[in-house]
């Protein structure tokens, strides 16, 4: 039987003007989730990566405290359509130290996945169905973003399009597509 063939992937890059655009692009994002969707969040330090799943947290009907993983590593959040775990692999101690811990069950399919510092399980993740790489764009203001959007598969290619929909890519978005 031969092996399933990965889909090329596609993807967008944005520039987000601030925290409240990035707000936007989470929402756009929650309106295309469904269980078994992987996201990845990269980006330095202080790039946004907890503020985005806050705020897709929120646009998913949570209406408590939405903590950071840094130190737990894992937070569960029961939706009303899915349960979403939010990963922050930053303090991971090897490659291989999410699989020692017992977290590749949650990859299983029943929910939604968020990893945050994914790099540090090297290639020992699957790759998701959507990438978002965020970085800070000083050049733009303090809290100006750059994203990459990178959709592999049919979930990831939904929320590429979904990007589209709410208008971060149309030349009157405010919004615009950064150059490639």
């Known amino acids: 039987m031969p092996a ?30 469904r269980a078994g969707t992987t996201i990845h969040l990269s980006g330095d330090l202080g790039s946004g990566k907890t ?15 939405a903590k950071s993983p840094t130190f737990s590593l894992l937070e569960p959040y029961n939706l009303s359509s899915f349960d979403l775990y939010h990963f922050d692999f930053y303090r991971l101690s090897s490659e291989r130290a999410w699989l020692d811990a017992g977290f590749d ?43 990459e959007a990178v959709g592999r598969g049919p979930r990831g290619r939904e929320c590429l399009n979904a990007i589209r929909a709410a208008g971060f890519c149309g030349p009157d978005s405010g919004l615009a597509a950064a150059p490639r």
């Open 4 to 33: 399933e063939a990965i889909p090329d992937p596609e993807s967008l890059s944005l520039k987000l003007a601030d925290e409240a655009a990035t707000a936007r692009l989470a929402q756009a994002i929650a309106g295309a989730l």
């Open 51 to 65: 503020a985005f799943t806050r705020a897709l947290l929120r646009f998913l009907g949570h209406t408590g405290r």
């Open 105 to 147: 069950e949650y990859l299983d399919g029943r929910g939604v996945v968020v990893i945050e510092w994914p790099e540090m399980a090297g290639d020992t993740l699957p790759a998701p169905d959507l990438l978002l790489r965020i970085r800070c764009d000083p050049t733009a203001g303090a809290d100006a973003r750059l994203v």
